[in-house]
């Protein structure tokens, strides 16, 4: 923490982010591993120096290591109030739920995460709605050594709570009963509370 700390106060992030468009793969995956650990002190310098954009376009990398870092970060920014609204603003939602269906669990992990903290918000809600984030969330609910399974659950409550998502999700209450006898606790949580939202009636 205070490493990131001192990268923070030495003004270092506008640089870090420009070299993204610049370095070579390796010197990129340092830079993206950098600003993750910086973004969980703050995330101001980043969003103003315009990560999200460049963000956006290292989620469809060659490389796993960069696609999946790259999601990372950008989950970093979706903690962040500000930068769940750039997320929505720069249309990086499509390209996150693009990457459910990502043959490397990790990218599948990173971009679940990213999605679930830019849901949070209505406008994030609407745009994966929008994007068909349902049907791949979905698989990875049903997936079975998904890594992604726990985010990808708490995104779909999420979506469940706008009448049109709810309405989709009502047909699929099914995939979500195995994760109630789930080894981990917070899965069978996360579980129970999906099919309560979804089940739920105004």
Same mark, same amino acid.
């Given at each position: 923490?205070a /490493?990131?700390v001192?990268?923070?106060?030495?003004g270092?992030?506008p640089?870090?982010?420009?070299?993204l468009?610049t370095?070579?793969?390796?010197? #990129?995956?340092?830079i993206?591993? +950098?600003l +993750?650990?910086?973004?969980?002190?703050?995330?101001f310098?980043a969003?103003?120096? $315009?990560a999200?954009t460049?963000?956006k376009?290292?989620? =469809?990398?060659s490389?796993?290591a960069?696609?999946? @870092?790259?999601?990372r970060?950008?989950?970093?920014?979706? =903690?962040?109030?500000?930068?769940k609204?750039?997320?929505?603003?720069?249309d990086?939602?499509? !390209?996150?739920?693009s990457l459910l269906?990502?043959?490397?669990?990790?990218? #599948?992990?990173s971009? +679940?995460?990213?999605l679930?903290?830019a849901? !949070? &918000?209505p #406008? $994030?809600?609407?745009?994966a709605? /929008?994007a068909?984030?349902i049907p791949p969330?979905?698989?990875?609910?049903?997936g079975?050594?998904?890594?992604?399974?726990?985010?990808?659950? @708490? &995104? *779909? +409550?999420?979506? %469940?709570?706008?009448?049109?998502?709810r309405? &989709?999700?009502?047909?699929?209450?099914?995939?979500? #009963?195995p994760? *109630?006898?789930?080894?981990?606790?917070?899965?069978?949580?996360?579980?129970?509370? %999906?099919?309560h939202?979804?089940?739920w009636k105004p």
């Amino acid at each position: 923490p205070a /490493g990131a700390v001192g990268i923070l106060h030495a003004g270092l992030i506008p640089s870090l982010v420009f070299k993204l468009k610049t370095e070579l793969d390796e010197i #990129q995956e340092l830079i993206l591993d +950098t600003l +993750t650990n910086c973004l969980c002190v703050e995330a101001f310098e980043a969003l103003a120096s $315009g990560a999200v954009t460049i963000l956006k376009q290292k989620l =469809t990398h060659s490389s796993v290591a960069i696609r999946s @870092k790259a999601a990372r970060v950008l989950l970093g920014i979706s =903690t962040h109030p500000e930068g769940k609204n750039m997320v929505c603003e720069e249309d990086v939602i499509p !390209v996150l739920v693009s990457l459910l269906e990502d043959t490397e669990p990790e990218v #599948q992990a990173s971009a +679940t995460g990213a999605l679930m903290f830019a849901t !949070v &918000t209505p #406008q $994030g809600k609407y745009s994966a709605l /929008g994007a068909e984030a349902i049907p791949p969330l979905l698989k990875l609910v049903a997936g079975e050594t998904s890594k992604a399974r726990l985010s990808a659950i @708490k &995104t *779909l +409550t999420m979506l %469940a709570e706008l009448p049109e998502g709810r309405k &989709t999700l009502l047909d699929h209450v099914d995939t979500f #009963q195995p994760c *109630l006898n789930d080894p981990s606790e917070a899965v069978r949580r996360a579980a129970k509370i %999906a099919i309560h939202v979804i089940k739920w009636k105004p």
